[in-house]
Every structure is written in structure tokens, then in C-alpha cells.
């Protein structure tokens, strides 16, 4: 028997099978509040994550790019040691110790453009993460409008195979005591057999948006399916 993690590839397999079962109305729990689903895509996207380092790194350019206009302390080590004779080779040390201050004058408005330059990058930076968020937020909340409507559609599948397959029951009985004709029973069989081949569909349907939403939530898990 073919089985699997994920209950709709289970479906697909077996569409008569135990999955029929499954409680879908659980998943929706799990996507019930979209403020919670936004909050939770943003801490979960790694290509959020991936601009807000873009423009934390932006705004160290800024940083660096502004330490131009400062003077600058730096220091210098040195020691060193030398002999014509391997034995003697510590007799003659030599040690130096230099500190240099540099103190910008003028530098051709280089630093200045630097510093602009920095700026525009750190406000694209900005922009494109300001974007992103938008855009996330954008389809998690569709991905979360799909999904509450395809459950919806499922539930009324459900609701037309029960009927549908009532009354195939009721029309098979009242031709088995003589009442009904064969005409009957038949279109009864093909409106069970549409209303089936409906919940497949939508069934289908449900699955397939709960995983989109999952992609937007940055949560989708592939090895369910393997």
C-alpha cells in the first residue's frame, strides 16, 4: 500500500480510502488569524531575512563611509633581530614602536560623495524591504482568502456526495419494491458519481491552497512528500 506523510497525496492515491476522512476543518486552526500568519511570515521568509542583512549592511557603509571625515589613530609593532652568526642571532634585538595620526584636510569631496553615495544605497535598501513586506503581506492574506474559500467549496462538495448518495440509496429502493424506474436509478448513479469526482476536485483545490499559503508563510515542507 502506497502511504505517505501528507494526507492529500493519500487522497489522491485513494480518493475512497480512510484519508476521505480527514478533519480539514483542523487545518484551518492553524490559519486562523491573519495578523498571527503576516507576523509569522516575516520571522519565517529567508528572503526577508536576506534584505533586512542587505540593509543592515548598507547602513554600515554609512558608518564607514563617515569615518572619513574624522582623524584617524593607528599604531604600528615591530621587532626584528639579526647576526652573522647563528649563535649570536638574539644578541642584536631590535624593537619599534610608531603611532600615526592622519587628520583629513581635503580630499577632493571624495569622502563627501562617499557618504552620499552610502545614503542612496541604504534608502534603496529600505525601499526594497519596505516592498517585500508589502508584498508578503499582499500574498499571505490572498493565500489566506484562497483557502478559507476553497474550504468552503469542499464543504459543500461534502455535503452534495452525502445527498447524492442518499438518494441513489432511495431511488435503488423504490426500484427494487417496483416504484421507481431504471431511469432512476441511473441518473441517480451518475449525479453520486459527479458529486464524487466534484470532492475530488475540490479536495484537490483545498490542498493545493493550503500549500500556496504555506509557501507565502515561508513554511512549505517538502519532505512530506517524500
Do not use: H
Not at 168 to 184: A, F, M, P, V, W
Request: aromatic residues 8%; proline residues 2%.
Amino acid at each position: 500500500e502506497v502511504r505517505c506523510k501528507d494526507p492529500f497525496f493519500n487522497f489522491l492515491v485513494d480518493p475512497f480510502g480512510d484519508s476521505k476522512t480527514d478533519d480539514t476543518d483542523a487545518y484551518m486552526k492553524d490559519y486562523s488569524d491573519l495578523k498571527v500568519l503576516v507576523s509569522s511570515a516575516l520571522d519565517a521568509r529567508l528572503d526577508y531575512k536576506g534584505q533586512q542583512l542587505t540593509l543592515s549592511a548598507s547602513e554600515s557603509g554609512i558608518t564607514m563611509a563617515q569615518s572619513g571625515i574624522y582623524p584617524s589613530l593607528s599604531g604600528s609593532y615591530s621587532y626584528s633581530t639579526s647576526a652573522v652568526d647563528i649563535n649570536k642571532l638574539f644578541d642584536r634585538k631590535v624593537l619599534g614602536v610608531g603611532l600615526t595620526l592622519s587628520i583629513p584636510i581635503f580630499s577632493n569631496f571624495a569622502t563627501e560623495a562617499s557618504i552620499e553615495a552610502a545614503n542612496v544605497t541604504a534608502k534603496n535598501a529600505q525601499e526594497d524591504l519596505s516592498a517585500l513586506e508589502r508584498q508578503i503581506k499582499i500574498e499571505v492574506k490572498q493565500g489566506y482568502l484562497d483557502l478559507v474559500a476553497a474550504k468552503k467549496s469542499l464543504d459543500v462538495a461534502v455535503k452534495n456526495v452525502v445527498a447524492a448518495e442518499e438518494t441513489r440509496k432511495i431511488n435503488q429502493e423504490r426500484y427494487n419494491l417496483g416504484s421507481g424506474t431504471i431511469l432512476d436509478v441511473l441518473q441517480a448513479d451518475r449525479d453520486y458519481t459527479e458529486a464524487l469526482r466534484n470532492k475530488i476536485n475540490t479536495t484537490y483545490d483545498f490542498y493545493s491552497k493550503r500549500d500556496n499559503l504555506n509557501n507565502a508563510l515561508g513554511k512549505l515542507d517538502i519532505k512530506k512528500y517524500e
